[in-house]
């Protein structure tokens, strides 16, 4: 059983939702609105339903906490649903979606089951979870952070890598675009969308910091930091392609520009090595190699597909009479991409918090950060 182990439960429509962290750490210090800071970022962005105005995820702890701090108990997290009610049922699956493939896997005649537990409406549990996660990689110095890359063709200026994403223009952004003129043409195309009845997909980025050297192993297959992250925003309803890095750029360069120089990392003033004995002079890997953490920035990013639930629904058939007919329609968003980023960094911390916990162990925050700083001591190895 891995170290950390987290389920959700709950269905779209439902009471609500429900996520239970297992193998966590006592001690660390953690609050509802640590949850719902992350919560209300996930309902936001420009091109998102009518539901999102509806909602107001709040978390509710119902078990794992005492007077503010971990126990070392289970965590569960509640998220009830305002907009719950009794659907009805549905006989038309929706290209693209779960619906034909769940409803012939579980042998029902009615898809609305499929539906309310295949919807995205999910990941609010996940987000929660990943809040708690966030707030453990914190007594790490890890920061994660994500951005909008593109929107239905539409994309950013290649990234200055002299000058840093300012992260506070990408949070007020109602894209989360760090590029202003980018972020016009996407609201233009959401617009234009939304007319036709159609939908549109992009590319986020998300971006982890601190991370340090040593997570993950090349040892065995399962235990690859790249392919756990891989997994985890994979597994984000819509995703439909990752890379690390570089990435799919990689294919079309040589060797020689693929990989990340090594070169000894020496303070101007002391003369001696500063933080870790050497740094890189590019991060073409994003903060990965072999399987294994290097203590550069962590970059994961993602293809999310235009959401399929479309008002102007594609052809499908009836499975209960055969006949053809246009697919069921459910109010629906026209663009996902800068909320599906927020789940992502949710996903990467989660992966980097069990990651964490794998690799410094402990039962308590007090053991977990000696183990972790006693690590860090012995990196200087070279120095």
């Keep these: 059983m891995k170290r950390l182990y987290i389920v959700t439960a709950g ?68 998220i009830s649903n305002r907009d719950w009610r009794e659907a009805g049922p549905v006989a038309c699956p929706r290209p693209g979606h ?24 999910e990941t609010t549990a996940r987000v929660a979870a990943g809040a708690v996660a966030r707030r453990f990689l914190a007594e790490f110095g890890i920061a994660i952070h994500s951005h909008t890359i593109s929107i239905g063709g539409v994309e950013t200026s290649p990234q200055d890598d002299v000058k840093p994403i300012d992260w506070q223009q990408v949070e007020s952004s109602p894209l989360r675009c760090a590029d202003a003129r980018a972020e016009k043409e996407m609201i233009a195309a959401i ?41 985890a925003v994979m597994s984000i309803q819509g995703v439909k392609g990752v890379d690390i890095g570089s990435g799919f750029a990689l294919s079309k360069v040589r060797g020689s520009q693929t990989h990340d120089a090594i070169v000894p990392n020496i303070d101007v003033d002391t003369g001696k090595p500063g933080g870790l004995p050497w740094r890189r002079l590019s ?25 399929a639930t479309l008002a102007a629904p594609l052809p499908s058939i009836d499975l209960h009479s055969g006949e053809a007919i246009k697919a069921h329609y459910e109010r629906s968003d026209i663009s996902v991409v800068p909320a599906a980023g ?21 039962d308590s925050l007090r053991e977990t950060m000696a183990n972790y700083h006693n690590y860090l001591g012995n990196i200087s190895l070279w120095q």
């Design 283 to 307: 991060n073409r890997a994003g903060g990965i190699e072999g399987g294994i953490s290097n203590g550069e920035p962590l970059v994961v990013r993602a293809v999310i597909k235009p959401i």
């Design 342 to 362: 927020v789940v992502a960094e949710a996903m990467l911390a989660i992966a980097l918090a069990e990651a964490c916990l794998d690799k410094f162990g402990g």
């Design 98 to 121: 779960a619906d034909l493939a769940g409803a012939t896997k579980y042998d029902l005649n009615d898809i609305r089951p499929v539906i309310e537990r295949a919807s995205a409406r």
């Design 191 to 231: 617009d234009a969308a939304r007319v036709d009845g159609d939908t549109l997909g992009g590319v986020f980025e998300v971006v982890a910091h601190g991370v340090p050297v040593g997570l993950g192993s090349y040892a065995h297959w399962e235990r690859r930091l790249d392919g756990i992250i891989a997994q």
């Design 11 to 78: 269905e779209s429509h439902g009471k609500g939702l429900t996520a239970v962290i297992e193998g966590f750490i006592s001690g660390l210090p953690l609050e509802a609105e640590d949850i719902n800071r992350e919560l209300k970022r996930r309902q936001g962005g420009y091109g998102r339903s009518s539901r999102m105005q509806m909602e107001e995820d709040r978390a509710e702890f119902t078990a794992g906490i005492y007077k503010g701090i971990t126990t070392g108990n289970p965590i569960a997290i509640f």
